[in-house]
């Protein structure tokens, strides 16, 4: 039987990574109208795809309290999602807008912000169980857009399958499972798009072979 919703999500107050709540209590004192807590998933739970980041930005979406909302890789994410359909609405970098995804959901990793946008590798393995309890909780997941070999490696894992199983490589679709697919894709931070690691054309691509296949 499938978790329920709740389950997938940490409490607003989560202490279980103390370098992470540390920082989020000094955000609070630095920036006190940030949403400054763990971010929720976005999206429906009956979507066919869900979306893998890494972890919130500190003035994207630990400022919007919504993933990828508020900084670049936003722009580039939901830009991309619209013109392949997966969205309705105006994306406007605040949560407040009118976007709405269609057959898709977003999350991270790793809930809150990290120092320096770097994980430690605990963090990323005690915020886990939240996103193997959202996939559980997705009855009709086929295919998880992993963006980043951290976020690659950390889906495997919250499936109980060895994140040595499947290499990362951008562009690569594994079948992980009967039914259930992970695509790769290069993370779209700026840092990734200002040294063309990746391109706006190569995600779009990578979009556009997922709408193939959902289609």
Same mark, same amino acid.
């Given at each position: ?8 999500? *940490? ?25 400054n807590?763990? %971010? ?10 869900? $979306?893998?980041?890494?972890? *919130? /930005? ?11 909302t ?14 392949? /359909?997966?969205?309705? /609405? ?11 995804? $269609? ?10 912000? *990290? ?5 430690? /590798?605990?963090? #990323? ?23 980043? #070999?951290v976020?690659?490696g950390? %889906? ?5 399958t060895?994140?040595?199983?499947h290499?990362?490589s ?12 992970l ?16 391109? *706006?054309?190569?995600?779009?691509? %990578? %979009? ?8």
């Open positions: 039987m499938p978790l329920l919703p709740a389950t997938t999500e *940490p409490d607003r107050n989560c202490t279980a990574c103390p370098r992470l709540a540390a920082l989020r209590s000094e955000n609070l004192c630095r920036y006190p109208n940030f949403f807590a763990p %971010v929720p998933s976005f999206g429906a739970f009956e979507a066919r795809l869900l $979306i893998v980041g890494l972890a *919130p /930005g500190l003035k994207g979406a630990n400022r919007t309290g919504r993933p990828f508020g900084d670049f890789a936003g722009d580039l994410l939901y830009s991309t999602l619209s013109y392949h /359909g997966f969205s309705t /609405g105006t994306y406007g970098r605040e949560s407040s807008d009118d976007l709405a995804l $269609i057959d898709c959901r977003i999350t991270n990793a790793v809930r809150c912000v *990290p120092p320096d946008n770097k994980p430690l /590798g605990a963090e #990323i393995k005690t915020c886990r169980q939240f996103l193997a309890a959202e996939m559980v909780a997705m009855p009709n997941l086929r295919i998880v857009l992993a963006l980043g #070999i976020a690659h950390t %889906v495997l894992a919250a499936r109980g060895s994140p040595t199983a290499k990362f951008h562009g690569t679709i594994h079948e992980i499972e009967p039914g259930l697919c695509a790769n894709s290069y993370h779209c931070s700026r840092y990734n798009t200002n040294t063309r690691r990746l391109t *706006p054309v190569m995600f779009h691509q %990578v %979009v556009a072979d997922l709408r193939t296949r959902l289609s």
